[in-house]
């Protein structure tokens, strides 16, 4: 089952079930990638690999939300987005930790065979294709700015 089905069934449970924050996360998700199957050139079709994209995106704004919320001193409204923002991740892949990242970091210097700053940009895209979905853009960043200036 892809995750457009599998969102969709949730979306059937969640309604049965009266979980209000999950539905709302679920059918915002079902939006989205209801959005991406009918644009142009999408021939209807989801790959899981544009689905996680997209939720990992989703739960980006949701994050982003919320602390705008905390500074605006409305936290009643920022934990209604981290709610969903979780909802959101349980159909992500797990994300890796901070040594798993720089372990596979290390592995794409070592394959692209990068030395120096100036190859950052040859690593960033292989690393960000490699990892997408399991570490956050930012941090593959950092990790990489790390070991290749060591």
């Known amino acids: 089952m892809d995750l457009f089905d599998k969102i969709s069934e949730d979306i059937k449970k969640a309604m049965l ?8 996360a679920l059918r915002g998700v079902k939006k989205e990638f ?5 644009a142009k050139g999408a ?6 690999d544009k689905a996680i ?9 949701r994050r982003e939300s919320a602390k705008i919320y905390q500074d605006n001193n409305r936290p009643e409204l920022a934990e209604g987005e981290l709610a969903e923002a979780a909802v959101i991740e349980e159909y992500l892949p797990q994300q890796l ?19 120096s700053m ?7 895209g292989v690393a960000t294709k490699q990892l997408s979905g ?9 990790c990489v700015k790390k070991l290749l200036n060591n």
């Open 43 to 48: 021939n209807g079709e989801l790959p899981d």
């Open 34 to 38: 209801l959005e991406a199957k009918t």
């Open 17 to 24: 079930a009266r979980d209000r924050v999950r539905l709302e």
């Open 53 to 61: 994209k997209i939720m990992t995106k989703m739960v980006k704004q």
């Open 97 to 115: 930790s901070a040594e798993e990242l720089e372990k596979e970091v290390a592995a794409i210097i070592a394959s692209v065979g990068a030395t």
């Open 118 to 124: 100036k190859e950052m940009g040859k690593v960033m």
């Open 134 to 142: 399991r570490a956050d853009g930012g941090a593959i960043s950092a």
